[in-house]
């Protein structure tokens, strides 16, 4: 079974605090993904990475950078944490060839106070 | 991309078959339709997946009409384990760019 893990399921920071949340993959996907999901607003892309060091914006990337430096791995940074970040953050891999099949994380809810 | 429109939420009772209907009026040529299904703290999950007619697997069949501006999706039997939100999703072939919407709250009673 494809596993995506993260690295924490609850986190609760200050605003202002640089915040990394980590994503891997055990099943060697190409891509990978970071949403975000809030009440009423369904889930949203904040960016996605098709290969090692390569990045692409989604939806809602102000505010948040990525790293991809090893292909199992892709972290989502808020350089500067602030309320209005306080979500569900998810993390999803998938091949090249097999799109719209996605494999979420678990998730972490973070809470900016 | 193409927006989905579904609805908020639906009711059904244990043994029933549930059809959640999705309205995709401007799909484009190269997409394909997705639903997913999320639990509470959990990831959303992949069900089905189809791009014209019907697709079945041994969770859910999709139907697709010819216009393809909307889809079907049908749980047979529901139990209560399937009380989810269930996320109708509308992607170019070219793009794994995912439009997530707010889905369906499925409420399975006993």
């Known amino acids: 079974d494809v596993k995506v893990t993260q690295s924490s399921r609850y986190l609760v920071k200050r605003t202002g605090e640089k915040v990394f949340l980590e994503c891997v993959q055990d099943m060697d996907h190409e891509n990978m993904f970071w949403y975000r999901q809030d009440p009423g607003l369904g889930l949203r892309l904040i960016y996605f990475s098709y290969d090692v060091k390569m990045k692409e914006k989604g939806d809602i990337p102000e505010g948040y950078s990525v790293s991809r430096e090893k292909k199992e791995r892709f972290s989502l940074i808020l350089e500067s944490a602030s309320t209005n970040q306080t979500s569900m953050y998810l993390c999803?891999?998938?091949?090249?060839?097999?799109?719209?099949?996605?494999?979420f994380g678990p998730g972490t809810r973070l809470t900016v106070t | 991309l193409a927006k989905t429109t579904q609805p908020i939420s639906m009711d059904s009772y244990e043994g029933q078959e549930v059809n959640i209907t999705c309205s995709h009026n401007n799909i484009a040529t190269n997409d394909y339709i997705t639903w997913y299904q999320q639990f509470p703290s959990q990831g959303p999950r992949f069900i089905i997946q189809?791009?014209?007619t019907k697709v079945t697997n041994e969770v859910a069949s999709l139907f697709i009409p010819a216009d393809r501006k909307s889809s079907t999706l049908s749980l047979p039997r529901v139990s209560l384990s399937d009380t989810a939100v269930y996320y109708c999703l509308v992607g170019a072939y070219n793009t794994d760019k995912l439009i997530f919407g707010t889905g369906t709250r499925l409420q399975v009673f006993p």
């Open positions: 189809g791009y014209k």
């Open positions: 999803a891999s998938n091949r090249v060839t097999s799109v719209g099949e996605q494999y």
